[in-house]
């Protein structure tokens, strides 16, 4: 990008050629503010180049982090969906389980296993 702004002259036609010395003068006597002035705005825009360099890659990251956290979202519900059905089908087993022992008398109602005698091969007593 060209930064010497001062350094364009339109070409003087009339009056404008009086004009001509002082405007070379002029700029003869501001050129170091000139050239320092070209030199940060040079600077300025390749910061600017930079920064939209890293902006952009940034938008890239997000963009992937974005996805990433949307697959996690998705994985998790799948997971969630999982656990529930899974919870749902043992509260089914439990409910027929339960059924099954009102209908039948189980065996060992009443039953401890801490009150085994174990010297009656493996009979065990009833709980008082």
Do not use: C, W
Request: aromatic fraction near 6%.
């Amino acid at each position: 990008m060209d930064f010497e702004f001062y350094n364009y002259t339109s070409p003087p036609t009339g009056i404008r050629r009086l004009l001509l010395p002082f405007q070379r003068l002029a700029r003869r006597i501001l050129r170091p503010m000139f050239n320092r002035l070209r030199d940060l705005l040079t600077l300025l825009f390749h910061r600017q180049e930079e920064d939209r360099r890293i902006i952009a890659d940034l938008q890239n990251r997000v963009l992937s982090l974005e996805a990433m956290v949307a697959e996690l979202t998705a994985n998790r519900r799948a997971f969630h969906l999982d656990h529930v059905a899974l919870t749902r089908r043992v509260g089914q087993l439990e409910d027929l389980l339960l059924q099954v022992m009102v209908m039948k008398a189980d065996p060992l109602d009443g039953v401890l296993p801490i009150d085994a005698d174990h010297s009656n091969n493996g009979v065990v007593r009833k709980a008082s």
